[in-house]
């Protein structure tokens, strides 16, 4: 069992910050890629930002310049940095994380249950 958790979420003014983390738990081995999504009332779930285990980055196009994704390989943490946030950021945003456990030979996508960013003035 893997367990994703998240947090640092919350309600700022547009043009502020937050800095998301989700800290990774349970029988894992080791974790590839890690990264976050969000959905917004009434759309789809979206890729923000990913990163692989070597730092490799890849961002969606909305956030690029903004939100800036970093991990902790010791720890089984990603965290991101969210900068000048714009209304239309609010969501829930996820963690996800392809994780190989003990024992098992392919990995598998485990999700966190989300943290609430709301950007309003």
């Known amino acids: 069992q893997v367990q994703l958790v998240e947090s640092g979420g919350g309600l700022v003014q547009p043009g502020e910050s937050l800095r998301l983390s989700c800290v990774a738990s349970?029988?894992?081995?080791?974790?590839?890629?890690m990264g976050w999504y969000r959905q917004a009332p009434g759309m789809q779930r979206e890729l923000v930002a990913m990163?692989?285990?070597?730092?490799?980055?890849t961002y969606g196009y909305s956030v690029k310049g903004r939100f800036t994704i970093s991990r902790d390989n010791a720890n089984n943490t990603v965290y991101m940095q969210m900068n000048s946030l714009k209304p239309e950021d609010t969501a829930v945003f996820y963690c996800?994380?392809?994780?190989?456990?003990?024992?098992?030979?392919?990995?598998?996508?485990?999700w966190g249950q989300g943290t609430q960013v709301t950007v309003s003035s």
């Open positions: 996800r994380a392809l994780v190989y456990k003990f024992h098992s030979t392919c990995p598998a996508w485990s």
């Open positions: 349970g029988s894992i081995f080791s974790i590839n890629d």
């Open positions: 990163i692989t285990e070597t730092g490799t980055t």
